[in-house]
């Protein structure tokens, strides 16, 4: 054997085999060995006391930019930006530049290129309508005989609700799972904040709770209709968690997720027009965050996700309304994870099954991430700033800037 590490006094954190405990770990090449047959030679020791072991993450979202939008972002940045924070799966959504998920074929090539370059592996999300028009089903099985592991409309709006049915026919059919960003176009028109004190003192057009409420709302009675499986991405509001809830009681086949920087924002931070602040859906009011807070930790929400979207500064740069949204999220997600056990809403091991058996269940990973993965060494206790020094990503672009951050990857063992 080769490359043995011996992790010595190491919690170990497996949501796998429900493992919390602290012990004595060898690896190799990213794999737990037993210790029989080991030439002690060829050990590395790596101290472990106070440190957590955990398995390497899956990401439901995030935009690594490429192809199409390179001065934001490359698979080679961010691959390495994820890879190097414990993130060794990641999940696109189809909206690229030029939109390449509504064609099978090119899926492959872009996998291999992420493997390749950022040395990740990615998994892709296709279009559910032809160009993300809105307009026509898209060739759904032609994607998924490409490989991708569902279909969303991303953020974009359908021409009509019959759009959306058609879709989800088509969808059920393969088995293939439906992803949405929920919002109602018409409700959230131009806005680009949380509908709030904040936003109505500074004039800033907003998108109330009730844009993804509704939508989420409408588009459960599709999925009771259709039987399609369904997962609602990125959610924002308290009552979506309730929607949520009563779908799952009544036996609906849809998951759902949230983005980390919903957990510990709300639209506060809007103050003073901070267009590092803006993204979309909107940070929303502490009230909201308590109830996202909630839902995780009940599993209403099965899973978190980073919503990692990397912007060059100057796509910062102009009137708050008029710049991109996104947040930079790679290299905080560990620490604002931490943050959570800290604050008892999780156990460390329940917060390492929602970035990693969780999130791979939801589209049928389970075995894929198990074969692919390998092991984060933590520090939780690690003090550290966030700043574009430290951030990995192309993107320095997140509110957090100049944040002292508690929690950090100290090795990752792939």
């Given at each position: ?177 439906v992803v949405f960003y929920a919002e109602e176009p018409e409700i ?67 998951t759902a997720d949230v983005a980390m920087h919903q957990l510990h ?150």
């Amino acid at each position: 054997m080769s490359n043995i590490v011996k992790i010595e006094n190491v919690r170990v954190l497996n949501p796998v085999t429900q493992t919390d405990q602290v012990q004595t770990v060898y690896l190799n090449e990213g794999k737990i060995v037993a210790e029989t047959d080991i030439d002690q030679a060829q050990i590395t020791r790596v101290d472990g006391t106070g440190k957590w072991l955990m398995p390497t993450m899956l990401d439901l979202c995030a935009r690594l930019r490429e192809p199409g939008q390179q001065q934001h972002g490359t698979l080679k940045s961010e691959g390495h930006a994820a890879r190097q924070n414990g993130i060794l799966h990641v999940i696109t959504p189809p909206d690229s530049k030029p939109i390449v998920q509504d064609n099978g074929a090119l899926i492959q090539g872009l996998k291999e290129k992420a493997l390749k370059d950022g040395d990740i592996y990615l998994h892709i999300i296709g279009a559910q309508t032809q160009g993300l028009k809105g307009q026509q089903p898209a060739n759904m099985a032609g994607l998924q005989k490409g490989g991708c592991i569902a279909v969303s409309n991303a953020n974009a709006a359908f021409a009509d609700d019959d759009v959306v049915i058609r879709t989800l026919e088509y969808a059920a059919g393969l088995g293939l799972k439906v992803v949405f960003y929920a919002e109602e176009p018409e409700i959230a028109k131009d806005g680009c904040v949380h509908e709030g004190f904040i936003a109505s003192r500074q004039g800033l057009p907003m998108i109330p709770p009730m844009a993804e409420t509704v939508a989420i709302a409408k588009y459960l009675q599709m999925i009771e209709a259709t039987g399609v499986s369904a997962h609602f991405g990125l959610l924002s509001c308290g009552a979506s968690v309730e929607l949520i809830a009563q779908a799952k009681a009544k036996g609906l086949p849809v998951t759902a997720d949230v983005a980390m920087h919903q957990l510990h924002l709300t639209d506060i931070i809007i103050d003073g027009f901070n267009s590092l602040a803006h993204v979309r859906p909107p940070l929303r009011s502490e009230q909201d965050k308590i109830k996202l807070r909630e839902g995780v930790k009940s599993g209403v929400i099965d899973a978190i996700c980073t919503h990692h979207e990397p912007l060059s500064a100057s796509a910062k740069m102009a009137p708050f309304a008029e710049t991109e949204s996104g947040f930079s999220a790679f290299d905080s997600f560990v620490a604002l994870g931490v943050q959570l056990v800290k604050d008892d809403l999780l156990s460390p091991l329940q917060w390492v099954e929602k970035v990693t058996t969780q999130a791979a269940k939801i589209f049928d990973l389970t075995e894929v991430w198990q074969q692919q993965s390998g092991w984060v060494l933590v520090n939780p206790e690690q003090q550290w700033v966030l700043d574009k020094h430290t951030i990995l990503s192309n993107g320095k672009n997140t509110p957090l800037l100049g944040t002292q951050l508690q929690g950090k990857v100290e090795q990752v063992f792939s």
